[in-house]
């Protein structure tokens, strides 16, 4: 017997028995979506390399350890997309888009890390993300939040994640706290790990990201951003609060909460949870007004965020508001030779008659009992039963298989009419 091939390491199947889950979810999104009026944009899962070195820079850790990048045939440098905002902006820059105003997209699909795989995290997994490109006020940062808060409101995970806040300010305000931080980490070089202390000169900011417990006293006495921002980059932030509070949506403004690249500016964001153990966030986003120039576009503000589906199907999971996969209206058995030809025919007629019927088919014969067994494994409510009497008589005799009610034969118009009703009672 020759060796059995199985899926990578890091990558998963979603299975038959699980993808319903994931679609109720894309469901939702689209719905939100289109509630704010955002355009669906889909980009390429294989870009140029240099954009992501290029908008995440070469240094960093998902650029230096965990990109899927190879040579082509073609000898160019070309890498699995580690996100997609670069892929969007790259898109808007192409094609034009900048030139026609304000822009809103939205995007899901498969983004590739090759980090150590762990609950939740994969390396291919899926995400879900927003694009604004063109809008330079607080008001589409609020817009972008509420959102994503609606679509927790949707999703059933509104009581099951926090929004946690903060700005970072003006590229220059953010410039000199970056020095600010740096010469205060440097004078305590001796208590920073290995991590913290590589990224002293290539990511300071990053370093308040840590979670060594050894040195959060360290990063607890550490120069606040607020401390280095402009009256107008405090009130726009206030401003934004202020709208999130009229609007009634809870957040928690976090000092620590930064972004190693630069840039970033003004208002970041992530949407965390307690219910998933070390993976709390679960959304992250913020304004990115540097980021379009740098990739060679005109100046343009953006803002956006990005959901990981794999952890958004846990917490949804954890919180006991998963989705039952649809189950068929109704199970057709087919009882001898004649009725297992010419019921199939029966099978399109009723998927024609009756529009979002789900109608499973028993295919293959066998007797009776083994029909309706299978049948009423289906989940089915109905059962309906073809044989040579029905073909002769000109109908189908209607089981209910979850009501005990007794089975009667029906003309094909009166059974049309009850699957009809069947399909438009469902919510």
């Given at each position: 017997m020759?060796?059995?091939?199985?899926?990578?390491?890091?990558?998963?199947?979603?299975?038959?028995?699980?993808?319903?889950?994931?679609?109720?979810?894309?469901?939702?999104?689209?719905?939100v979506?289109?509630?704010y009026?955002?355009?669906e944009?889909?980009t390429p899962?294989l870009?140029n390399t240099?954009l992501?070195k290029?908008?995440l820079?070469?240094a960093t850790?998902?650029?230096?350890?965990e990109?899927?990048t190879f040579?082509?045939?073609?000898?160019?440098?070309?890498?699995l997309?580690?996100?997609?905002?670069?892929?969007?902006?790259?898109s808007a820059?192409?094609?034009?888009?900048?030139?026609?105003?304000?822009l809103?997209?939205?995007?899901g699909?498969?983004?590739?890390r090759?980090?150590?795989?762990?609950?939740?995290?994969?390396?291919q997994?899926?995400?879900?993300?927003?694009?604004a490109?063109?809008?330079?006020?607080?008001?589409i940062?609020f817009?972008?939040i509420?959102?994503?808060?609606?679509?927790w409101?949707?999703?059933?995970?509104?009581?099951h994640?926090r929004?946690?806040?903060?700005t970072?300010?003006?590229a220059?305000?953010?410039?000199?706290?970056?020095?600010t931080?740096v010469?205060?980490?440097?004078?305590?070089?001796?208590?920073?790990?290995?991590?913290?202390a590589?990224?002293?000169?290539s990511?300071p900011?990053r370093?308040?990201d840590s979670?060594?417990?050894?040195?959060q006293a360290?990063?607890?006495?550490?120069p606040?951003?607020?401390?280095s921002?402009?009256d107008?980059?405090?009130?726009?932030?206030?401003?934004?609060?202020?709208?999130?509070k009229?609007?009634?949506?809870?957040?928690?403004?976090?000092?620590?909460?930064?972004?190693?690249?630069?840039?970033?500016t003004?208002?970041v964001?992530?949407?965390?949870?307690?219910?998933l153990?070390?993976?709390?966030?679960v959304?992250a986003?913020?304004?990115?007004d540097?980021?379009?120039?740098?990739l060679?576009g005109?100046?343009t503000?953006?803002?956006?965020?990005?959901?990981?589906v794999?952890?958004?199907?846990?917490?949804i999971?954890?919180g006991g508001?998963?989705?039952a996969p649809?189950?068929?209206?109704?199970?057709?058995?087919?009882?001898?030779?004649r009725?297992?030809?010419?019921?199939?025919?029966?099978?399109?007629k009723?998927?024609?008659?009756?529009p979002?019927?789900r109608?499973?088919?028993q295919?293959?014969g066998?007797?009776?009992k083994?029909?309706?067994?299978?049948?009423d494994?289906?989940?089915?409510a109905?059962?309906?039963i073809?044989g040579?009497?029905?073909?002769?008589?000109?109908?189908?005799t209607c089981k209910p298989?979850r009501e005990?009610?007794?089975?009667?034969?029906?003309?094909f118009?009166?059974?049309?009419?009850?699957?009809?009703?069947?399909?438009?009672?469902e919510?």
């Open positions: 020759s060796q059995r091939i199985e899926t990578l390491r890091g990558m998963h199947d979603v299975l038959h028995t699980e993808v319903h889950a994931w679609q109720a979810f894309e469901a939702q999104v689209r719905a979506m289109s509630a009026a955002y355009q944009l889909r899962m870009e240099a992501f290029r908008s820079g070469a850790d998902i650029v230096e350890k990109m899927f040579v082509d045939r073609d000898k160019r440098s070309i890498s997309r580690p996100e997609n905002t670069a892929s969007c902006v790259r820059i192409q094609h034009g888009y900048l030139y026609q105003g304000p809103r997209l939205w995007y699909g498969p983004m590739f090759h980090e150590r795989p762990q609950k939740g995290r994969y390396r997994f899926h995400q879900v993300g927003v694009e490109f063109g809008f330079a006020d607080p008001d940062e817009e972008i509420a959102l994503g808060e609606r679509l409101q949707a999703l059933g995970i509104a009581g994640i929004l946690e806040l903060n970072l300010g003006t220059e305000e953010r410039a000199a706290y970056r020095e931080l010469a205060y980490f440097s004078a305590h070089r001796r208590q920073l790990d290995e991590d913290s590589r990224r002293l000169q990511n900011l370093i308040l979670k060594n417990a050894d040195m360290l990063l607890a006495d550490a606040k951003l607020w401390d921002l402009g107008a980059s405090r009130v726009r932030f206030e401003t934004l609060c202020a709208m999130l009229s609007a009634g949506i809870g957040y928690q403004i976090v000092p620590r909460l930064v972004r190693g690249l630069d840039y970033y003004h208002t964001f992530e949407w965390v949870t307690d219910s153990g070390a993976q709390g966030a959304c986003g913020g304004r990115y540097g980021l379009i120039e740098q060679g005109r100046p503000p953006g803002i956006g965020f990005a959901m990981g794999e952890r958004l199907l846990l917490l999971e954890a508001v998963g989705v649809p189950q068929p209206h109704a199970y057709l058995l087919l009882i001898g030779e009725a297992g030809a010419e019921g199939m025919v029966i099978a399109e009723l998927r024609d008659a009756v979002g019927l109608l499973q088919t295919c293959g066998g007797s009776m083994s029909q309706m067994k299978r049948a494994k289906s989940g089915a109905l059962a309906l073809v040579d009497s029905e073909l002769d008589d000109n109908s189908v298989l005990a009610r007794e089975q009667n034969a029906l003309s118009d009166e059974l049309t009419e009850t699957l009809r009703g069947i399909v438009a009672a919510p």
